[in-house]
């Protein structure tokens, strides 16, 4: 990987941008909408793709009226690496044009709808603008994460120089697709003490485990088994929308697990692992045996020691029960955050609209500084306190008073009485292995389980992944790293399942997560731990910004708030293999001090200078 002044390459990225802080989005949204958050055509005469669902080929059974028509544009319309949302009628597309030929697919992003004409197009693919999803325009498969479903794709052709796309009606409506799926091929019976594979955790590492196993043809029984007594669910939206249900959240139905063969066993918590006999021991008594064996557990709660441990109206943010309780407590009355974590963060910005009074009790002084900054994080905290939450820091506190079951203040040292009706734990996790410890599946001094670029443990047969891990990350010589975000929990699960099924694969993705609060939404990608500067641009008085973070002279992260594509546009830089230099973005930017300006000028822009450019 050379620096970005290097000799320049050709550059295949074009975005269609318009900034989306005028756009409303949805992806601080719960599911029920309160805030939180063929025929053988083609152009030229090429053979199009077909989706699996909506085959572009026209099955006997299929009827015309199934399918609408639509003339769409000129095709000097769109220059190669263009792409536009068009409307068919019946529902709207994406058409894209690169190397001189049309392809068209679903719209919206299937994770939380983002409009994928304001994201990044290149080589290929789509990268969502909101959380960096990529889909390959060709098939529409989804390539990298978050989120499980692929996109539908549609015929284009091109007649009298008019560029004509065929859909289905229902393929349009939906604007998602699953990818086929393998059946398991043996007669089992549900009390069988055997599973070819056993995944433990019902995660996005465990969930995306089970599915890649069945899109790759693996016929075997697969059962998945959990803690939790829901089928999975989208748990970063817990803190973000309280009230929501966990049917409302839910990624998988029963139905939909049961029609792929992926057994699903709630209410079940593993206390032991027996790797010599490659059996799984659980609360109940349960013992059942594996062939493969995936660990995707997850974080609990970091402890805290404070009085009156049984209260009921302290809670550690696991559940929608949690929330839900959390938001009726809190309706009207008082409430303590503990921690300035992105959860803790959340769920006081998420009570602002509901409680009498929102207190933070945080270990810094500034939330997120650690993270993304002091300047960014200040720069938050204001938006916090405008609207009226207090911050307090956690040396300051003396007591945490309970009465009868329930907290009812707690005492800061200077004499100030916070009143708690609930309270909400919110610093930080450890890892979920302590059942793990007389295993012989290795962990290191913090519980973290260790891996190796498969994602297999020092067992043989033993995987895991998700925020139990730490892994080899390439960006970062292979150095090992824990990385506890639920795009990467993705990642780790196809990772692993290639890699039971013989197709070892390396990780390849560039972390990316989110987070929502009063509606504004911060987005980050990269791994930024051990950052020594931080380059601004923008005015974060206004929340509108985008802050690289570099290490020596490399740029190794990004965040921003209302200043979309960048982060998608970064990631997309950053998956490519090539290095964005501190000087790149000091002269994208206008920071390099005018004498220096000249030598720079001399300097044809860097392929990834280009790639950043609108």
């Given amino acids: ?126 990268r969502c603008p909101w959380h960096g999803a990529c889909f390959n325009i060709a098939t529409g498969d989804i390539e990298d994460f978050p989120g499980l479903d692929s996109l539908p794709i549609f015929q284009v052709r091109v007649e009298k120089d008019k560029v004509i796309i065929r859909a289905n009606k229902q393929a349009l409506q939906s604007q998602k697709r699953s990818k086929p799926m393998a059946r398991c091929s043996a007669v089992i019976n549900s009390n069988t003490g055997f599973s070819h594979v056993l995944i433990i955790g019902s995660g996005p590492a465990g969930l995306v485990c089970a599915e890649t196993l069945r899109q790759e043809g693996f016929t075997d029984r697969i059962v998945m088994c959990t803690m939790d007594k829901h089928p999975p669910y989208d748990r970063p939206k817990l803190s973000k929308s309280l009230e929501s249900t966990a049917e409302q959240l839910r990624l998988r139905s029963m139905d939909f697990l049961q029609d792929h063969d992926i057994e699903l066993l709630t209410e079940k918590e593993v206390v032991a692992i027996d790797v010599k006999t490659q059996s799984v021991i659980f609360e109940d008594g349960l013992r059942m045996e594996y062939r493969k064996l995936f660990i995707a557990t997850g974080s609990r709660p970091k402890p805290m020691n404070y009085k009156g441990k049984d209260v009921r109206n302290v809670f550690h943010l696991r559940t929608p029960e949690d929330a839900n309780s959390i938001a009726r407590l809190a309706n009207n009355k008082n409430a303590v955050i503990v921690g300035t974590s992105f959860v803790g963060m959340e769920v006081a910005a998420a009570l602002t609209d509901k409680a009498h009074s929102v207190s933070v009790i945080g270990i810094e002084s500034v939330p997120f500084k650690k993270a993304l900054g002091e300047k960014v994080g200040k720069a938050i905290m204001k938006l916090f306190e405008a609207n009226r939450v207090k911050f307090y820091m956690l040396n300051e506190v003396s007591e945490m008073v309970g009465h009868h079951g329930q907290l009812k203040e707690v005492v800061l040292k200077s004499g100030k009485v916070l009143r708690a009706d609930v309270c909400v734990i919110g ?30 443990t020092n067992v043989d047969g033993v995987f895991a992944g998700g925020d139990v891990v730490m892994f080899p990350f390439p960006p970062r010589n292979n150095k090992k790293v824990n990385i506890p975000h639920w795009q990467m929990a993705h990642v780790h699960g196809k990772v692993a399942a290639l890699s039971m099924m013989g197709r070892a694969t390396e990780i390849k993705t560039v972390p990316y997560f989110w987070s929502a609060m009063f509606g504004k939404t911060i987005r980050y990608a990269g791994y930024g731990d051990g950052f020594d500067d931080v380059i601004i641009q923008g005015d974060l008085d206004e929340l509108r910004f985008v802050a690289f973070y570099t290490r020596s002279e490399e740029v190794v992260s990004v965040t921003s708030m209302n200043y979309d594509p960048i982060v998608s546009r970064v990631a997309e830089v950053l998956g490519s293999g090539k290095t964005i230099k501190k000087r790149d973005v000091e002269w994208l930017f206008g920071k390099i001090p005018a004498d220096q300006q000249f030598e720079l000028k001399q300097v044809i822009l860097s392929p990834c200078l280009n790639m950043l450019c609108c």
């Fill in 427 to 456: 610093a930080g996790s450890v890892p979920a292995t302590g059942f793990l410890k007389q295993s012989g599946i290795h962990l290191d001094s913090k519980g973290f389980i260790t891996v190796n670029k498969n994602m297999q």
């Fill in 1 to 126: 990987m050379g620096g970005c002044f290097s000799k320049p390459k050709p550059v295949e990225v074009k975005v269609e941008l318009s900034l989306l802080d005028k756009e409303k989005e949805v992806d601080g949204l719960s599911p029920n909408g309160k805030a939180s958050p063929f025929a053988e055509c083609r152009p030229n005469g090429a053979l199009a793709h077909g989706s699996d669902d909506d085959s572009t080929l026209l099955p006997l059974y299929h009827k015309p009226r199934d399918y609408v028509e639509a003339s769409v544009c000129h095709v000097k319309d769109l220059e190669n690496g263009q792409m536009r949302e068009v409307d068919l009628g019946s529902g709207r597309a994406l058409l894209i044009k690169e190397h001189g030929e049309f392809t068209a697919m679903g719209h919206k992003c299937p994770h939380y709808g983002a409009p994928l004409v304001k994201g990044v197009l290149s080589k290929g693919h789509v």
